[in-house]
């Protein structure tokens, strides 16, 4: 992936990219201990629902992406090395699967 295309990925996901770099990361626990406790702090921080609703379209959008090397790279680059889903038990995959639940 080139330059402009890591940009244009970067832009196209960013309510994904920030929620998982800020509510994720190292301090994750200032927002909860369970992916589920976090993100009800997420929705309570967020309480435009444009802005939830655009979380969502984001991760769905995420979803679709049917490899699973190109979904691990693709959110791989927009975490940033701020957080690691296996460290949760985890994948990827089925850790987008959780926020969006929570998200419903």
Do not use: C
């Not at 655009?54 to 790279?73: P, Q, R, W």
């Amino acid at each position: 992936m080139n330059r402009l295309q890591r940009w244009r990925l970067r832009r196209k996901y960013s309510l994904l990219g920030t929620m998982i770099r800020v509510f994720f990361g190292q301090d994750f626990d200032i927002f909860g201990e369970t992916v589920e406790e976090i993100m009800h702090s997420y929705r309570y921080d967020h309480q435009n629902p444009d802005v939830v609703s655009g979380l969502k379209n984001e991760i769905s959008e995420m979803l679709k992406t049917e490899d699973d090397s190109e979904l691990v790279a693709h959110m791989e680059l927009l975490a940033e090395n701020q957080f690691d889903p296996e460290l949760w038990g985890e994948t990827w995959r089925s850790f987008l699967l959780r926020v969006l639940a929570v998200l419903e």
